[in-house]
């Protein structure tokens, strides 16, 4: 068994193929169960990380296991429209680094970016408590982490921390002269959407309203809260909307064209921004096309909001050294773990196959290595005459 992965990512591929891949809490229990009658025993266990930036799936299988169990994956989900080089493949040291350099923020498109490691680490205890993760994967994703803390600790990879969110802000910021006066509307409630609103309120902008499929309140300060509207508000809140922030979990787009274009026109063409930060997207493509609609995609910003990007740069580097050579330390520390975990359980085995004659002899003998040689000997004759 060798640990193994494979993904999809913004370096091979566009958010539009990014969205046709997507392993979630809910697919991936389905997915398991999947994988189990295909593969059985040649994988101990898996578990997906989709993000705006990736989806990869790491797991502990059969040497070279990875391509046939993302030709079942790409079979399972359905997904037969992206090109076969957009995916990639990592084995053993190098998978390690990979998931680190994910986990510590350097392999994202915002360098250095700080929400990865909280969506790494739910990814992980998502899998573990489905019994999807199981211990010999765990072993991989703890030496991550620890790996992660070392690299934030000796580096400023962290410092002057950018985030979606923050890149949302930095955006409107650049559009409008004066974004307090703007009326803004989120779609979706979740920890994302409460990022925004927290970016928003730092910098003086009140004006915010949102939408959600339930009615979850928003807490931001205990002087500020978002109570959102229904899903079928949505119509009434876009004509009011001058910026339009998109970050709800969903399969197929909540924004239409239809509903944009309707909008303007109750809006008199007053311009709207529309900011889609959801893989899948939120926001249907085709809006680019209208006049007064400037659309952009979680692609679209990362593009163009890279502050600081020389100095983070810098820390990359930095960062990346320390991983290869703790990656490497980690997996000598794994390797002598499996061993000495294969030698225990070899001894446990071989003990409960003793006699209380045997044990005793065991027990009482001086030279513990000795013993055990002469019993596997007479176990070995033994077999031989029977």
């Not at 391509?67 to 084995?91: C, N």
């Not at 809140?237 to 787009?253: G, M, R, Y």
């Amino acid at each position: 068994m060798e640990l193994q992965l494979f993904g999809i990512n913004y370096k091979t591929s566009n958010v539009s193929e990014r969205e046709q891949f997507i392993i979630n809490e809910s697919n991936q229990i389905l997915l398991d169960s999947f994988l189990k009658r295909k593969f059985k025993d040649k994988i101990d266990s898996f578990f997906g990380l989709s993000t705006c930036n990736r989806t990869e799936v790491y797991l502990v299988a059969e040497p070279g296991l990875a391509k046939d169990v993302l030709d079942e994956t790409i079979s399972f989900l359905g997904t037969k429209q992206i090109p076969s080089e957009s995916f990639y493949f990592l084995f053993n040291q190098d998978a390690l680094i990979h998931m680190c350099k994910v986990a510590s923020g350097i392999d994202s498109q915002v360098l250095g970016e700080q929400e990865i490691l909280g969506q790494f680490k739910k990814a992980i205890r998502i899998a573990k408590n489905n019994n999807i993760a199981k211990p010999k994967l765990l072993t991989y994703t703890k030496k991550v982490i620890e790996i992660v803390k070392k690299v934030r600790t000796k580096t400023s990879i962290g410092l002057n921390p950018l985030s979606v969110s923050g890149l949302s802000l930095n955006l409107v910021k650049n559009i409008f002269e004066d974004p307090q006066s703007q009326n803004i509307l989120i779609l979706g409630a979740g920890s994302l959407a409460h990022a925004i609103i927290d970016e928003l309120i730092k910098k003086g902008i009140t004006n915010i309203r949102a939408v959600n499929r339930s009615i979850k309140k928003i807490s931001i300060t205990e002087e500020f809260e978002v109570i959102p509207s229904s899903l079928d508000q949505l119509h009434s809140e876009l004509e009011k909307a001058d910026i339009v922030i998109a970050s709800a979990t969903t399969d197929l787009p909540i924004i239409g064209k239809g509903s944009i274009e309707h909008a303007l026109k109750i809006r008199k063409n007053k311009p709207m921004l529309l900011i889609d930060l959801s893989v899948p997207r939120n926001i249907e493509e085709e809006i680019k096309n209208i006049e007064q609609a400037y659309l952009f995609s979680i692609d679209d910003i990362e593009k163009i909001t890279q502050d600081n990007y020389g100095q983070r740069a810098i820390e990359a580097e930095k960062a990346l050294n320390i991983i290869v050579l703790e990656s490497q330390v980690a997996l000598i520390s794994i390797k002598e773990k499996n061993f000495k975990d294969a030698i225990q359980y070899k001894l446990e085995h071989f003990l409960n196959q003793l006699s209380e004659e045997e044990i005793e002899r065991f027990k009482s003998a001086e030279d513990l290595k000795q013993m055990i040689m002469n019993i596997a000997i007479i176990k070995s004759e033994d077999r031989e005459y029977d």
